[in-house]
Protein backbone atom coordinates (compact mmCIF):
# COMPACT_ATOMS: atom_id res chain seq x y z
CA UNK A 1 0.00 0.00 0.00
CA UNK A 2 1.71 3.22 -0.88
CA UNK A 3 0.57 6.43 0.75
CA UNK A 4 0.26 8.89 -1.96
CA UNK A 5 -0.78 12.66 -1.15
CA UNK A 6 -3.04 14.45 -3.20
CA UNK A 7 -1.85 17.65 -5.26
CA UNK A 8 -3.99 20.46 -5.27
CA UNK A 9 -5.91 22.64 -3.39
CA UNK A 10 -8.89 21.93 -0.68
CA UNK A 11 -11.91 23.52 -0.84
CA UNK A 12 -11.10 25.06 2.85
CA UNK A 13 -7.68 26.16 1.04
CA UNK A 14 -9.58 28.05 -1.63
CA UNK A 15 -12.51 29.87 0.46
CA UNK A 16 -9.90 31.38 3.03
CA UNK A 17 -8.01 32.51 0.04
CA UNK A 18 -11.30 34.19 -1.39
CA UNK A 19 -12.12 35.49 1.79
CA UNK A 20 -8.60 37.18 2.25
CA UNK A 21 -8.78 38.94 -1.34
CA UNK A 22 -11.94 39.97 -0.76
CA UNK A 23 -11.13 41.72 2.40
CA UNK A 24 -8.09 43.32 0.65
CA UNK A 25 -10.36 44.39 -1.74
CA UNK A 26 -12.97 46.15 0.49
CA UNK A 27 -10.24 47.89 2.33
CA UNK A 28 -8.42 49.22 -0.71
CA UNK A 29 -11.35 49.96 -3.20
CA UNK A 30 -12.49 53.50 -1.51
CA UNK A 31 -8.77 54.65 -2.00
CA UNK A 32 -8.47 54.02 -5.68
CA UNK A 33 -9.16 57.13 -7.83
CA UNK A 34 -12.42 56.92 -10.04
CA UNK A 35 -12.12 59.10 -12.95
CA UNK A 36 -15.16 60.45 -14.71
CA UNK A 37 -15.74 58.54 -17.62
CA UNK A 38 -16.73 59.45 -21.29
CA UNK A 39 -20.05 58.54 -21.14
CA UNK A 40 -20.60 59.99 -17.57
CA UNK A 41 -19.15 62.99 -18.81
CA UNK A 42 -22.10 63.19 -21.53
CA UNK A 43 -24.66 62.39 -18.77
CA UNK A 44 -23.07 65.63 -17.14
CA UNK A 45 -23.60 67.38 -20.15
CA UNK A 46 -27.11 66.46 -20.48
CA UNK A 47 -28.06 67.21 -17.04
CA UNK A 48 -26.71 70.71 -17.72
CA UNK A 49 -28.63 71.21 -20.82
CA UNK A 50 -31.90 70.14 -19.25
CA UNK A 51 -31.22 72.48 -16.25
CA UNK A 52 -30.60 75.39 -18.59
CA UNK A 53 -34.21 74.53 -20.76
CA UNK A 54 -36.17 74.15 -18.19
CA UNK A 55 -35.13 77.82 -16.86
CA UNK A 56 -35.76 78.52 -20.72
CA UNK A 57 -39.25 77.52 -20.24
CA UNK A 58 -40.19 78.56 -17.19
CA UNK A 59 -39.42 81.88 -18.30
CA UNK A 60 -41.79 81.47 -21.11
CA UNK A 61 -44.47 80.22 -18.83
CA UNK A 62 -44.12 82.62 -16.00
CA UNK A 63 -43.48 86.30 -18.22
CA UNK A 64 -40.17 86.63 -16.16
CA UNK A 65 -36.64 86.58 -16.70
CA UNK A 66 -34.94 83.61 -14.96
CA UNK A 67 -31.28 83.20 -14.64
CA UNK A 68 -29.52 79.95 -14.76
CA UNK A 69 -26.29 80.47 -12.39
CA UNK A 70 -22.77 79.31 -13.28
CA UNK A 71 -20.12 78.79 -10.16
CA UNK A 72 -17.09 77.40 -11.63
CA UNK A 73 -15.33 77.93 -8.23
CA UNK A 74 -17.65 75.50 -6.56
CA UNK A 75 -18.56 73.63 -9.82
CA UNK A 76 -21.93 74.07 -9.91
CA UNK A 77 -24.84 74.90 -12.13
CA UNK A 78 -27.95 75.87 -10.29
CA UNK A 79 -31.24 76.44 -12.05
CA UNK A 80 -33.75 79.43 -11.24
CA UNK A 81 -36.16 76.46 -9.50
CA UNK A 82 -33.14 75.89 -7.11
CA UNK A 83 -32.37 72.44 -8.74
CA UNK A 84 -27.99 71.89 -9.14
CA UNK A 85 -25.84 69.79 -10.76
CA UNK A 86 -22.54 69.47 -8.88
CA UNK A 87 -19.11 68.50 -11.41
CA UNK A 88 -16.68 66.13 -9.71
CA UNK A 89 -12.97 67.54 -9.55
CA UNK A 90 -11.58 65.73 -12.42
CA UNK A 91 -13.91 67.46 -14.95
CA UNK A 92 -12.37 70.85 -15.89
CA UNK A 93 -14.99 73.23 -15.87
CA UNK A 94 -15.07 76.67 -17.58
CA UNK A 95 -17.83 79.40 -18.47
CA UNK A 96 -17.46 82.17 -21.25
CA UNK A 97 -20.46 84.57 -20.24
CA UNK A 98 -21.26 87.88 -22.18
CA UNK A 99 -19.94 91.40 -19.83
CA UNK A 100 -23.25 92.58 -20.15
CA UNK A 101 -26.92 91.51 -20.59
CA UNK A 102 -29.99 94.04 -21.79
CA UNK A 103 -27.47 97.10 -20.05
CA UNK A 104 -26.84 95.33 -16.97
CA UNK A 105 -24.04 93.27 -15.37
CA UNK A 106 -23.62 88.78 -16.40
CA UNK A 107 -22.64 88.34 -13.02
CA UNK A 108 -21.76 84.78 -13.29
CA UNK A 109 -25.63 84.16 -15.16
CA UNK A 110 -27.15 82.82 -18.08
CA UNK A 111 -30.58 84.65 -18.37
CA UNK A 112 -33.40 83.41 -20.56
CA UNK A 113 -36.19 85.91 -21.60
CA UNK A 114 -40.00 85.61 -21.69
CA UNK A 115 -40.01 85.69 -25.43
CA UNK A 116 -37.56 82.35 -25.30
CA UNK A 117 -34.66 84.90 -26.03
CA UNK A 118 -31.32 84.52 -23.68
CA UNK A 119 -28.38 86.50 -23.36
CA UNK A 120 -26.37 83.24 -24.25
CA UNK A 121 -23.17 82.13 -23.42
CA UNK A 122 -21.13 78.65 -23.27
CA UNK A 123 -20.15 76.15 -20.43
CA UNK A 124 -17.38 73.95 -21.24
CA UNK A 125 -16.84 70.21 -19.51
CA UNK A 126 -13.37 68.42 -20.37
CA UNK A 127 -12.30 64.92 -19.12
CA UNK A 128 -9.18 63.27 -20.16
CA UNK A 129 -9.66 62.53 -24.50
CA UNK A 130 -13.18 64.87 -24.65
CA UNK A 131 -14.59 68.34 -24.20
CA UNK A 132 -18.02 69.04 -24.57
CA UNK A 133 -19.18 72.52 -25.08
CA UNK A 134 -22.75 73.51 -24.25
CA UNK A 135 -24.12 76.41 -26.09
CA UNK A 136 -26.92 79.36 -25.42
CA UNK A 137 -27.68 80.80 -28.55
CA UNK A 138 -27.98 84.70 -27.35
CA UNK A 139 -30.54 85.29 -30.80
CA UNK A 140 -32.67 82.14 -30.25
CA UNK A 141 -31.98 80.78 -27.01
CA UNK A 142 -31.71 77.65 -28.18
CA UNK A 143 -29.11 74.94 -26.26
CA UNK A 144 -26.77 72.79 -27.84
CA UNK A 145 -23.93 70.37 -26.55
CA UNK A 146 -20.97 70.67 -29.12
CA UNK A 147 -18.25 67.95 -29.16
CA UNK A 148 -14.45 69.94 -29.27
CA UNK A 149 -11.96 67.08 -29.74
CA UNK A 150 -9.14 66.89 -27.27
CA UNK A 151 -9.07 68.44 -24.09
CA UNK A 152 -5.68 69.71 -23.17
CA UNK A 153 -4.71 70.33 -19.22
Not at 9 to 22: P, R, S
Not at 31 to 54: E, G, I, M, N, W
Amino acid sequence: MSDERQRGFTLLEMVCVLAIVAMLASVALPYLPRQTSRPRLQAYALQAVTLLKSDRAASMRSGTRIDTQIDTSRRLIRAGSGAALKLPDDVAFQATLPRSCQHRPVLATISFFPDGLSCGGAITMSRADLSLEIRVNWLTGNIDIVPRGVAHG
